[in-house]
């Protein structure tokens, strides 16, 4: 495709389970970004990829909280044990030049 | 501690009339500033840009101004339309640092009526 892709689109978990998400970036771009955006907040880095590895981690909550990157292209975004705090869209983008970013739809994660 | 902000939550405007959203930062280090377009159930979507050695960028209907001594960016729309209507984030980058990850602020709703 020629946008940035993610799935589920929606996910409902219960407490404690662990869930996985994935953004598929635009091919080619090799800096790739994850967001969270809680309700009615603004949009929250978790951690950025440059290639496969991750120069920054910094935005990630909690050690429940893990990412990958792999062959320069899909990612993956781990919670485990979730919490009913950790409920928000969880967006992914991509970028070729650094400064613009292309964003996929999100992941609406719910914890009941 | 917001080194991004939008402080307006919400705008409303009547269809043919000029938006402006507003948006202040703290960080004299950011360089590079972004507006960001977002609709109901999806992505943001990237809208206009200034760099910080301009005061101005303009592209259509959108135009971006800088006043570096204020800290402080505004995105005008004119004239606005019905289909302006949606969330609209400012972001900052700091270039120097290298690793452009933008500082989002918390968003603007913008309602544009017929």
């Known amino acids: 495709g020629a946008g940035v892709s993610q799935s589920p689109s929606n996910k409902v978990t219960e407490k404690g389970k662990d869930v996985e998400l994935r953004c598929d970036p635009i091919?080619?771009?090799?800096?790739l970004y994850w967001y969270r955006q809680r309700l009615g907040q603004g949009l929250e880095f978790l951690i950025y990829?440059?290639?496969?590895?991750?120069?920054?981690k910094s935005g990630l909550p909690s050690d429940r909280f893990s990412a990958e990157r792999t062959g320069e292209s899909v990612s993956t975004l781990t919670i485990q044990r979730t919490q009913q705090e950790d409920s928000a869209v969880y967006l992914c983008?991509?970028?070729?030049?650094?400064?613009?970013?292309?964003f996929g739809p999100g992941t609406r994660l719910t914890v009941l | 501690d917001q080194q991004v902000k939008q402080n307006s939550p919400s705008l409303s405007v009547q269809e043919g009339r000029i938006s402006i959203l507003n948006c202040d930062y703290t960080?004299?280090?950011?360089?590079?500033f972004l507006w960001y377009k977002k609709y109901p159930a999806e992505g943001p979507t990237f809208l206009i840009s200034?760099?910080?050695?301009?005061d101005k960028n303009e592209d259509g209907r959108f135009t971006v101004f800088l006043n570096k001594s204020a800290k402080h960016l505004s995105l005008h729309i004119v004239p606005s339309q019905p289909g302006d209507s949606a969330v609209y984030f400012c972001?900052?980058?700091?270039?120097?640092?290298?690793?452009?990850?933008?500082?989002f602020g918390r968003g603007t709703s913008l309602i544009v009526h017929p």
């Open positions: 983008a991509s970028s070729a030049t650094g400064n613009e970013q292309f």
């Open positions: 091919s080619g771009h090799t800096a």
């Open positions: 990829f440059q290639g496969n590895s991750a120069p920054d």
């Open positions: 960080n004299s280090m950011f360089d590079y």
């Open positions: 200034i760099s910080s050695i301009k």
């Open positions: 972001a900052a980058i700091g270039t120097s640092g290298g690793s452009y990850i933008p500082t």
